[in-house]
């Protein structure tokens, strides 16, 4: 097959809108779903004249993606104009970085195909603003532009060529959403487009030393939007060169429901930006003290969390994985491993009857009601045999959700729930449970051990379910192996 003759290399730049109060270069309100252009001073209008003044949040939060992404932070700090007319950024220009990115170097770890860690490395992250929005669904006749987003602050973070594989590009996106995710700088919705990404590709033939021409790819409102845009891309581009046709240095957009890319712009409009140092901004500078502040109170991230858990709790990494692909699960992981020591059992109890329920009532977990104590309980109730932990998950578990400030133990006496270990009763019910198929026990004693199913099924009916099943297996059989 012709795509075996081919590698592709994919470098991917993505902007990061942060969750900062207020704009980047003033103090407007970033709230989002605001009237249109009510979040607008003089600045983010462009006026000529105004001063732009640096938001700390953004250096602080660009700071900590760095470190999270373990960048070199720079010292001295400057921003620069980018020059460019677009009917939604008034000023002309926009405030970023050139020659200073705040962050360079620094890597995001993946996972190959075949489950290999695999590290991307990461050139720059610099900081810059948003453009307004063009609207132009709402008047039939007219463009609308709304200039609440002008000014908003973003990370643009661009990795080196080391992306092999859509499939990879779907990781790296993953991880960095997860990454802004635990640092809380944003919220990560690609759909939103809180998270943007263009991907840049080419192909060339395996083991070539030189890249091929590259295309860049835009407008992919999902992470599987950028890897669909990825898989059309590289058979696109293959498609060319085995037909002899040149690949162009272009621009191009994606269309989510053809699955294809089109052309957006070509290299001959290639933007020149003039950049030039911004006068107006005096130069940030980000002392070594300051970057110790914010290491030490980075939370802790998910590629520590998985060594954690993997290493020290002894997880397997499938369910490490799992419960740290969300911060609000991890979150309640750890409050749960605070106070119950039984870490695999918090695990289950987690991903089983946890997930369960909060899936179906479509409830996120930060508004579960049953507090990470009263599992810790319930954990302990099964450990020393007062119910099973069938039982446990579906009784006593749906009480709790019920009356989330009760012990579970309570609430598992007030459920006659506990189980029957007295030896007595569960004497009688194994008994009963015997005489009554005497044509059974011979076929039993005859070599059908599975049997013992019966019985058993019996005897947890006679008690009502509250026989402890081990306690009652034993008995059974001792009593069908004597004679
Ligand atoms: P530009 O100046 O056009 O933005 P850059 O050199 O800054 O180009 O690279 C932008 C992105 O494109 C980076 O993520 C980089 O890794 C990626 N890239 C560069 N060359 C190639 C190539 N030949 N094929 C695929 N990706 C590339
Ligand atoms: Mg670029």
């Given at each position: 097959?012709?795509?075996?003759?081919?590698?592709?290399?994919?470098?991917?730049?993505?902007?990061?809108?942060?969750?900062?109060?207020?704009?980047?270069?003033?103090?407007?309100?970033?709230?989002?779903?605001?009237?249109?252009?009510?979040?607008?001073?003089?600045?983010?209008?462009?006026?000529?004249?105004?001063?732009?003044?640096?938001?700390?949040?953004m250096?602080?939060?660009?700071?900590?993606?760095?470190?999270?992404?373990?960048?070199?932070?720079?010292e001295?700090?400057?921003?620069?104009?980018?020059?460019?007319?677009?009917?939604?950024?008034?000023?002309?220009?926009?405030?970023?970085?050139?020659?200073?990115?705040?962050?360079?170097?620094?890597?995001?770890?993946?996972?190959?195909?075949?489950?290999?860690?695999?590290?991307?490395?990461?050139?720059?992250?610099?900081?810059?603003?948003?453009?307004?929005?063009?609207?132009?669904?709402?008047?039939?006749?007219?463009?609308?532009?709304?200039?609440?987003?002008?000014?908003?602050?973003?990370?643009?973070?661009?990795?080196?060529?080391?992306?092999?594989?859509?499939?990879?590009?779907?990781?790296?996106?993953?991880?960095?959403?997860?990454?802004?995710?635990?640092?809380?700088?944003?919220?990560?919705?690609?759909?939103?487009?809180?998270?943007?990404?263009?991907?840049?590709?080419?192909?060339?033939?395996?083991g070539?030393?030189?890249?091929?021409?590259?295309?860049?790819?835009?407008?992919?409102?999902?992470?599987?939007?950028?890897?669909?845009?990825?898989?059309?891309?590289?058979?696109?581009?293959?498609?060319?060169?085995?037909?002899?046709?040149?690949?162009?240095?272009?621009?191009?957009?994606?269309?989510?429901?053809?699955?294809?890319?089109?052309?957006?712009?070509?290299?001959?409009?290639?933007?020149d930006?003039r950049?030039?140092?911004?006068?107006?901004?005096?130069?940030?500078?980000?002392?070594?003290?300051?970057?110790?502040?914010?290491?030490?109170?980075?939370?802790?991230?998910?590629?520590?969390?998985?060594?954690?858990?993997?290493?020290?709790?002894?997880?397997?990494?499938?369910d490490?994985?799992?419960?740290?692909?969300?911060?609000?699960?991890?979150?309640?992981?750890?409050?749960?491993i605070?106070?119950?020591?039984?870490?695999?059992?918090?695990?289950?109890?987690?991903?089983?009857p946890?997930?369960?329920?909060?899936?179906?009532?479509?409830?996120?977990?930060?508004e579960?009601?049953?507090?990470?104590?009263?599992?810790?309980?319930?954990?302990?109730?099964?450990?020393?045999?007062?119910?099973?932990?069938?039982?446990?998950?579906?009784?006593?578990?749906?009480?709790l959700?019920?009356?989330?400030?009760?012990?579970?133990?309570?609430?598992?006496?007030?459920?006659?729930?506990?189980?029957?270990?007295?030896?007595?009763?569960?004497?009688?019910?194994?008994?009963?449970?015997?005489a009554?198929y005497?044509?059974?026990?011979l076929?039993?004693?005859?070599?059908?051990?599975?049997?013992?199913?019966?019985?058993?099924?019996?005897?947890?009916?006679?008690?009502?379910?509250?026989?402890?099943?081990?306690?009652?297996?034993?008995?059974?059989?001792?009593?069908?192996?004597?004679?």
């Amino acid at each position: 097959m012709s795509e075996d003759k081919y590698e592709p290399v994919i470098g991917l730049e993505v902007h990061i809108q942060l969750l900062t109060a207020s704009k980047a270069y003033s103090g407007d309100s970033t709230e989002y779903g605001a009237a249109a252009n009510t979040n607008v001073s003089p600045v983010s209008l462009g006026h000529p004249g105004v001063l732009p003044v640096v938001n700390e949040k953004m250096i602080e939060y660009a700071v900590k993606l760095g470190l999270a992404c373990h960048c070199e932070i720079r010292e001295y700090n400057e921003f620069a104009r980018k020059n460019y007319f677009y009917a939604d950024m008034p000023k002309g220009y926009q405030i970023s970085q050139h020659h200073t990115p705040i962050c360079n170097g620094g890597y995001i770890t993946i996972k190959d195909t075949e489950g290999q860690e695999k590290r991307i490395n990461i050139t720059r992250i610099h900081m810059e603003e948003d453009s307004g929005k063009s609207i132009h669904d709402q008047d039939p006749f007219n463009t609308l532009i709304d200039l609440n987003r002008a000014g908003v602050p973003l990370l643009e973070m661009v990795s080196e060529p080391e992306i092999k594989t859509p499939e990879e590009a779907y990781q790296y996106l993953t991880e960095v959403r997860k990454l802004v995710r635990y640092l809380d700088i944003c919220d990560g919705n690609m759909e939103e487009g809180s998270m943007r990404c263009d991907a840049n590709v080419s192909v060339m033939l395996k083991g070539a030393d030189k890249f091929g021409e590259k295309v860049e790819v835009k407008n992919m409102n999902s992470i599987r939007n950028v890897q669909r845009a990825l898989e059309h891309e590289i058979k696109r581009q293959i498609d060319c060169l085995e037909n002899n046709l040149l690949i162009y240095q272009e621009t191009r957009t994606f269309d989510a429901v053809a699955g294809t890319t089109s052309v957006m712009r070509t290299k001959e409009e290639a933007d020149d930006y003039r950049y030039f140092t911004e006068p107006d901004l005096p130069q940030v500078i980000v002392k070594q003290e300051y970057v110790d502040e914010i290491q030490a109170e980075l939370p802790q991230l998910p590629d520590q969390l998985f060594e954690k858990y993997t290493k020290e709790l002894g997880l397997s990494a499938y369910d490490a994985t799992v419960i740290i692909d969300s911060k609000s699960i991890s979150t309640y992981y750890e409050a749960l491993i605070a106070v119950t020591s039984n870490y695999k059992a918090a695990a289950n109890w987690l991903m089983g009857p946890i997930k369960s329920y909060l899936n179906e009532n479509a409830i996120p977990i930060g508004e579960f009601v049953i507090k990470p104590e009263s599992i810790a309980a319930l954990i302990g109730l099964v450990k020393s045999g007062k119910v099973s932990f069938t039982v446990a998950a579906q009784k006593v578990f749906p009480l709790l959700v019920q009356n989330p400030n009760m012990d579970p133990e309570s609430l598992a006496i007030e459920g006659n729930l506990i189980q029957d270990s007295d030896e007595d009763s569960l004497n009688d019910f194994v008994k009963q449970a015997i005489a009554k198929y005497p044509d059974k026990v011979l076929e039993y004693k005859s070599g059908k051990k599975g049997l013992i199913g019966l019985f058993m099924g019996e005897v947890m009916k006679l008690s009502k379910g509250k026989a402890d099943p081990k306690k009652a297996n034993q008995l059974v059989q001792e009593l069908l192996e004597q004679d």
